[in-house]
């Protein structure tokens, strides 16, 4: 199976400043010129809410303030500028190769 | 509005087995494969498998062979979960989810909540 370490496990930003989540593939996820990496934002009580797919395609209605780089292995989010409302628990995922992944998560908070 | 309803919340004893379901309405239900997820408590997100509506093929994450089992029913736009030999390591939060390798999980249920207790 296709292991994916995200780091940090937490962190907190100032509000208006930029945040940073990386997740680590155990081996590629690139497949036929694409990256099977996708990122997920979930709330308390919530089910995840898709925010980027395939790396780096914004999933519609959602702001642009959320954007998502990286192939390969090495896989990125950045929020910037992080607002309140983005306190949650942020999840890659691959579905490069059976079973489809989650990394452990990344929950930001306000500084 | 694109929409997947799952069914309530299960309190089911040791051994028993549950089935949870999942109604798609605002699009073509054979057109996208049906994901289901676990959650257990406070951890993160585990993959089961997939179900596609079209032609009832599914695929499963290894460590759910036997334990989980993935049904469709196409004139409801339905799909199903059936979960057998129930332990506390079942007690999670199950999501049904739509979406392929290429989109992601685009539209997700609101989560049904299974507790095995005696």
Redesign the interface.
């Known amino acids: 199976d296709i292991v994916l370490t995200q780091s940090p496990a937490s962190l907190a930003v100032s509000l208006g400043q930029r945040a940073t989540i990386s997740c680590r593939a155990s081996e590629s996820v690139d497949s036929y010129g694409n990256s099977f990496m996708h990122w997920y934002q979930q709330k308390p009580g919530q089910p995840p809410k898709l925010l980027i797919y395939r790396a780096s395609n914004l999933e519609s209605g959602i702001p642009a303030r959320f954007s998502g780089s990286g192939s390969r292995t090495d896989f990125t989010l950045t929020i910037n500028p992080v607002e309140a409302d983005d306190v949650a628990t942020y999840y890659c995922q691959q579905s490069n190769e059976d079973p489809y992944t989650f990394g452990g998560g990344t929950k930001l908070e306000i500084k | 509005e694109i929409q997947l309803q799952q069914s309530g919340p299960e309190l089911v004893k040791p051994g028993a087995s549950v089935k949870v379901s999942c109604k798609a309405s605002g699009y073509s239900f054979t057109d996208y494969n049906m ?1 289901w997820v676990k959650q257990s408590h406070g951890k ?4 089961i ?1 997939y179900i596609d509506p079209y032609n009832g093929g599914t ?1 499963y ?3 759910f062979k036997g334990k989980a089992t993935l049904t469709v029913d196409k004139s409801s736009s339905t799909a199903f979960m059936h979960l057998n030999s129930l332990t506390s390591e079942d007690s999670a939060v199950y ?1 049904c ?1 739509r ?8 539209y ?4 049904t909540t299974l507790t095995v207790s005696s």
């Open positions: 994901y993160s997100l585990e993959w498998g695929s994450n290894q460590k999501y989810a979406g392929g390798n290429y989109r992601g999980l685009d997700w249920g609101q989560g």
